[in-house]
């Protein structure tokens, strides 16, 4: 059994940090010692989790920072597609062998990683009391580095290495996202970012709101996720009332730290984009995934439905598919977060086959209605996250009375 985490962990040693670290950046103005600041308070970050752990996102992001200036030198030439696939490979390829193989990768993982502890005592007996073992924040230190490798090869960007390790280990970033891309954390790399009223109030709401998401919110709803390991003792009633709450708590929690991530990062200067935009409310499968987890969405819609597009709006249909089934599969490599894909990738293709055929309705009750079906669309597809397939058609079974 891997040890759980709480997020909050981060945010609760994050946020006292902001108070030497805000006003430090503020008159630090030499870009590279601002660069080391950023690095090493990420690194801090992750060695109160496990030492081990800041090694192995320091170790990744020396990768990407090696890379980087390869696949941007190679960009416009013959071999750069190569090149380019390569180092996505290279980058891409923890997360995926963590996602295949979990329990192998982890032992792994911890066993390298361990080893230059073992030279040193103090350091040793902190490292071995260290109950995480799981590669915390890897997913979204992925998909950031991709997102990099992608844009040095296209020559929108070109960090040097020390700029790259800064992005990379940036504090609010490591653990729970946004996947925000590097010229969101730029600015604040090279030189102070003046905090003015509105930063400083954009930052602290946003501190604000997720505070309350995620302890008054979520808290409130915590106890939803139990259903998933007593549907086939419950009666169906419940087992519906857990889901619909556990719908809510998935968001608020998710989103409430979304938002601790961003406000800390506006106070460091950084421009981190909007993860969610009240998904929620939306009236139509589109809108939802246009306002859900934006950053993830973003980043595939880039590297995956365009270039599959790439001006054949034919295969609009098959690159829906492919990004819906992206999607799933990133939060797990499993028959279940396949069909996940799967079901929003169809519900997708089925909504803008509905919208090309009919008119809209002037009906006052749709404007209620639509969102509330948004919901228990979004809602029913969560336990193919949380079970395997088998326990999944289980509980699916168990919401319209079949018992196993």
Same mark, same amino acid.
């Given at each position: 059994?891997?040890?759980?985490?709480?997020?909050?962990?981060?945010?609760?040693?994050?946020?006292?940090? @902001?108070?030497?670290?805000? $006003?430090?950046?503020?008159?630090?103005?030499?870009?590279? /010692?601002?660069?080391?600041?950023?690095?090493?308070?990420?690194?801090?970050?992750?060695?109160?989790?496990? $030492?081990?752990?800041?090694?192995?996102?320091?170790?990744?992001?020396?990768?990407?920072? @090696?890379?980087?200036?390869?696949?941007?030198?190679?960009?416009?030439?013959?071999?750069?597609?190569?090149?380019?696939?390569?180092?996505?490979?290279?980058?891409?390829?923890?997360?995926?062998?963590?996602?295949?193989?979990? &329990?192998?990768?982890? &032992?792994?993982?911890?066993?390298?990683?361990?080893?230059?502890?073992?030279?040193?005592?103090?350091?040793?007996?902190?490292? !071995?009391?260290?109950?995480?073992?799981?590669?915390?924040?890897?997913?979204?230190?992925?998909?950031?580095?991709?997102?990099?490798?992608?844009?040095?090869?296209?020559?929108?960007? *070109?960090?040097?290495?020390?700029?790259?390790?800064?992005?990379?280990?940036? $504090?609010?970033?490591?653990?729970?996202?946004?996947? =925000?891309?590097?010229?969101?954390?730029?600015?604040?790399?090279?030189?102070?970012?003046?905090?003015?009223?509105?930063?400083?109030?954009?930052? !602290?709401?946003? &501190?604000?709101?997720?505070?309350?998401?995620?302890?008054?919110?979520?808290?409130? @709803?915590?106890?939803?996720?139990?259903?998933?390991?007593?549907? #086939?003792?419950?009666? &169906?009633?419940?087992?519906?009332?857990?889901?619909?709450?556990?719908?809510?708590?998935?968001?608020?929690?998710?989103?409430?730290?979304?938002?601790? =991530?961003?406000?800390?990062?506006?106070?460091?200067?950084?421009?981190?984009?909007? *993860?969610?935009? /009240?998904?929620?409310?939306?009236? *139509?499968?589109?809108?939802?995934? *246009?306002?859900?987890?934006?950053?993830?969405?973003?980043?595939?819609?880039?590297?995956?439905?365009?270039?599959?597009?790439?001006?054949?709006? +034919?295969? +609009?249909? !098959?690159?829906?598919?492919?990004?819906?089934?992206?999607?799933?599969?990133?939060? =797990?490599?499993?028959?279940?977060?396949?069909?996940?894909?799967?079901?929003?990738?169809?519900?997708?293709? =089925?909504?803008?086959?509905?919208?090309?055929?009919?008119?809209?309705?002037?009906?006052?009750?749709?404007?209620?209605?639509?969102?509330?079906?948004?919901?228990?669309?979004?809602?029913?597809?969560?336990?193919?996250?949380?079970? #395997?397939?088998?326990?999944?058609?289980?509980?699916?079974?168990?919401?319209?009375?079949?018992?196993?």
């Amino acid at each position: 059994m891997i040890p759980p985490y709480d997020s909050f962990d981060w945010f609760a040693s994050l946020l006292p940090l @902001l108070v030497v670290l805000a $006003p430090l950046l503020l008159v630090v103005r030499v870009g590279g /010692w601002r660069r080391a600041v950023f690095a090493i308070a990420g690194l801090y970050l992750l060695a109160l989790i496990a $030492p081990r752990l800041a090694l192995v996102h320091l170790a990744i992001w020396l990768v990407v920072a @090696l890379l980087v200036p390869i696949v941007s030198k190679t960009g416009e030439r013959r071999s750069g597609p190569y090149v380019l696939t390569a180092a996505l490979a290279i980058v891409l390829a923890p997360m995926i062998a963590w996602k295949l193989w979990p &329990i192998e990768f982890i &032992i792994d993982m911890n066993v390298w990683a361990n080893r230059p502890f073992r030279l040193v005592d103090l350091p040793a007996a902190i490292e !071995f009391t260290a109950p995480i073992i799981a590669p915390i924040g890897l997913s979204f230190s992925a998909f950031r580095a991709a997102d990099l490798v992608v844009k040095s090869n296209l020559g929108l960007v *070109n960090p040097s290495p020390g700029r790259v390790l800064a992005y990379g280990l940036f $504090p609010s970033l490591l653990v729970v996202g946004p996947i =925000a891309s590097y010229d969101e954390v730029a600015a604040t790399l090279d030189r102070p970012v003046p905090l003015t009223t509105d930063r400083a109030f954009d930052g !602290f709401s946003l &501190i604000a709101s997720g505070l309350f998401k995620v302890f008054v919110l979520s808290y409130l @709803l915590s106890w939803s996720g139990d259903i998933f390991g007593t549907y #086939d003792v419950n009666e &169906i009633w419940r087992v519906w009332v857990s889901l619909i709450a556990f719908g809510w708590f998935f968001y608020l929690n998710f989103a409430g730290y979304s938002d601790l =991530a961003i406000g800390t990062g506006h106070l460091l200067g950084a421009n981190i984009k909007a *993860n969610f935009d /009240w998904p929620y409310s939306k009236t *139509n499968p589109s809108s939802f995934w *246009n306002s859900w987890h934006i950053s993830l969405t973003r980043f595939l819609r880039a590297n995956v439905f365009t270039p599959i597009v790439a001006g054949k709006p +034919q295969r +609009q249909f !098959f690159a829906t598919m492919v990004l819906m089934v992206s999607i799933g599969l990133w939060h =797990a490599i499993t028959w279940a977060s396949l069909v996940f894909g799967l079901y929003h990738g169809v519900s997708l293709i =089925a909504h803008r086959v509905a919208e090309r055929r009919r008119t809209p309705s002037p009906a006052v009750v749709w404007k209620f209605a639509k969102p509330v079906f948004v919901f228990f669309w979004y809602a029913l597809s969560l336990p193919l996250l949380r079970l #395997d397939l088998g326990d999944a058609v289980e509980f699916y079974g168990t919401l319209v009375g079949v018992r196993p």
